[in-house]
């Protein structure tokens, strides 16, 4: 899959089975704050996670399909 969405993508998605915040993804996928969020909201358009505010943070997960890609079932 890393091929299809590139693998930073690959990674936030797997990440975020989880509720995660940007914060946490950046620091897991290795990458500053505001590629974690610009790749998240690029997931977030094509359906695969979804995202919302919780206080300062903000938390994103995987949607259906995007767990469903992930394990090869789309």
């Known amino acids: 899959m890393g091929r299809l ?10 990440i975020a089975q989880q509720p995660t915040t940007t914060s946490e993804l950046a620091e897991r996928c290795v990458m500053s704050v505001s590629n974690a969020s610009r790749h998240a ?19 994103h997960q995987t949607t259906p399909l995007g767990r469903a890609l992930l394990h090869g079932a789309a």
């Not at 969405?5 to 797997?14: C, E, F, I, N, S």
């Not at 909201?41 to 938390?59: E, N, P, T, W």
């Open 5 to 14: 969405v590139g693998q930073a993508r690959h990674d936030v998605l797997r």
């Open 41 to 59: 909201a690029a997931l977030r358009d094509a359906g695969l996670l979804v995202s919302q505010r919780d206080g300062q943070c903000v938390r």
